[in-house]
């Protein structure tokens, strides 16, 4: 899984505000398909895992092993889409905002930057809470849920 798909608690209230809905769907569904390597219609660990380190690195720009505040930010900037594939410019206050909240919820050091193995649990913490069946994979209908935020943890109060 893509990490806007693995954060959509975090992400999706912002984003439903300012992106279309359709568009949304969209690059979900555009994101799913490429992550399922296999072509499957499953999303299943090994593919989720892969996804996540790819997604990591690529966010990673100076290469030090951690995503910073900026590096996510930067990040969504380049990588919300819409309808078509057309990047869906958004208000650096906004994304800001998606990224601190985002971090107060995964950054469980508490050091201000995630690591892989941070971005990777969290990850894995979504995928069990939409795979509604518990079958070990996810279908797209299922990556569109909203993980309960009771298995979740509780959510940061975000400025």
Known sequence: MRLASVIAAALGALLVALV???????????????????????????????????????TDVDHDGFLTIAEYQRWMELHVRGAGGRRI????????????????MVDSSGDGKLSLAEQQAHAARTFRALDRDSDGRLT??????????????????CR
């Open 20 to 58: 279309p809905a359709q568009a949304a769907q969209d690059e979900q569904a555009a994101r799913f398909q490429r992550d399922d390597t296999n072509g499957d219609g499953f999303l299943d660990s090994s593919e989720r895992e892969a996804a996540v380190r790819r997604d990591f690195d690529e």
């Open 140 to 157: 797209l209908a299922e990556s569109k849920g909203l993980p309960d935020p009771k298995v979740m943890g509780p959510s940061p109060v």
């Open 89 to 104: 410019p958004l208000p650096p206050a906004a994304t800001a905002s998606v990224a601190r909240c985002y971090f107060q």
